[in-house]
């Protein structure tokens, strides 16, 4: 029986729970764990170091962790994927993808503008052995190479929120695989692989976690390409503390009441934006007619273009949190220039549409009207 993605949020990650005799996940510090029989041990030993799963004893946390493996199984229940390979952050997970395709002999990557900042300078400084051809959206299947060994796009992007009809560009890609950061979106109004992604990646900091609370990041994706990312987890120890999965794990149990709470603010929020003096354009998806049909309403983020000193609108908020990040409990809002994209170059940045009007709001669990007062008294500056 396949239940709603609501009831897999509550659900998922805790098959093991009943036969524990325990109702609440078990959070397991342990670094190492018993290893009797030396002979049995060694041959485990080999599958974890080739990116395997094998039962029985976890060894050693670098190798495996139960509440780290839970969190793994419920998100990659919400993608509606094969499997998924949990990290010490976002930038891990993506880092491990590019490594994966490098050490393949596919170093080649194809992507589409704006990703988030740090996304962004990664693929453009070249320190995994990757190389990039940044394109518009149509122009992918004409720079796909024989080396090329992903496309990666970020949609809705961060932090324009223009979207990419995922479908299509996965049929454009061909063999290729189409990585999503599906950051923004969530799998409560997102899931990629449905529309033919192959790799889906997670900054679980944000909206999974959704506390401001814990750091991490996720790849989600078919178990062939997972078992290669955990190979590079083992030996390069990026992990994911235990700490940090038994938080992203009970962080999922709310997300769809979170995401769908916050959506519904971002939208009155956009709306009443659109129609201030001192705000010369909004963006945010749910305004968007002429939209790919893959997303279950407009998110949760938006951003917009102010007529005065941004900076000035930052500094002068009482309510909202100064701050960079997202999906979190309470609403942020930061200067994607001078911030999140200040790493990419200026032209690249512009281009990209980030430009130094532009402020982005992370929306919140605040009421509606508590957060129009206050933005409306800091546009006011």
């Known amino acids: 029986m396949t239940h709603s993605l609501s009831t897999r949020a509550v659900h998922a990650g805790r098959d093991d729970l009943l036969d524990l005799g325990v109702h609440a996940p078990p959070l397991d510090l342990s670094t190492t764990y018993p290893a009797v029989d030396c002979g049995l041990e060694a041959d485990r030993i080999a599958a974890f170091a080739a990116g395997g799963q094998p039962p029985g004893s976890p060894l050693y946390s670098r190798l495996h962790n139960p509440t780290v493996a839970r969190f793994e199984t419920a998100i990659a229940a919400l993608e509606t994927a094969d499997a998924a390979v949990a990290f010490g952050s976002g930038m891990a997970a993506l880092s491990a993808c590019l490594l994966a395709v ?3 002999g596919r170093p080649h990557v194809v992507a589409v503008r704006p990703l988030y900042g ?4 990664l693929l453009n400084s070249g320190l995994l052995g990757t190389s990039v051809d940044w394109v518009e959206p149509e122009g992918v299947a004409a720079a796909i190479r024989p080396d090329t060994g992903l496309v990666v796009i970020e949609t809705p992007a961060n932090p324009t929120l223009v979207e990419i009809d995922i479908a299509k560009l996965a049929e454009d890609c061909g063999n290729v695989p189409l990585l999503v950061d599906n950051t923004v979106a969530t799998p409560v109004l997102q899931r990629p692989i449905e529309h033919g992604a192959a790799v889906v990646v997670h900054s679980a900091t944000k909206f999974l976690g959704g506390h401001g609370d814990v750091l991490g990041g996720v790849v989600c994706c078919a178990e062939e390409f997972a078992a ?9 120890g990026a992990v994911l503390h235990p700490l940090g999965g038994y938080l992203l794990h009970r962080g999922l149990t709310t997300l769809p009441l979170r995401v769908r709470a916050q959506q519904a603010t971002a939208e009155e929020l956009a709306r009443r934006l659109g129609e201030h003096d001192r705000v010369a354009r909004v963006y ?5 007619r002429d939209r790919p049909k893959q997303m279950d309403g407009g998110g949760a983020l938006l951003s917009f273009d102010v007529t005065g000193d941004a900076a000035r609108v930052v500094s002068a908020v009482r309510l909202v949190t100064p701050a960079v990040s997202l999906g979190s409990v ?7 220039a001078s911030l999140t994209h200040r790493v990419v170059d200026e032209i690249d940045r512009e281009a990209g549409g980030v430009t130094s009007a532009m402020l982005r709001l992370s929306i919140g669990l605040e009421d509606v009207d508590d957060l129009w007062a206050d933005l ?6």
Do not use: F, M
């Open 284 to 288: 945010y998806p749910g305004l968007d």
């Open 228 to 236: 290669r990312v955990r190979q590079i987890r083992v030996v390069t």
């Open 376 to 381: 409306e008294r800091a546009l006011a500056a």
């Open 102 to 104: 490098a050490h393949a």
């Open 118 to 121: 740090g996304s962004d300078h």
């Open 330 to 336: 309470d609403t942020l809002i930061q200067h994607p």
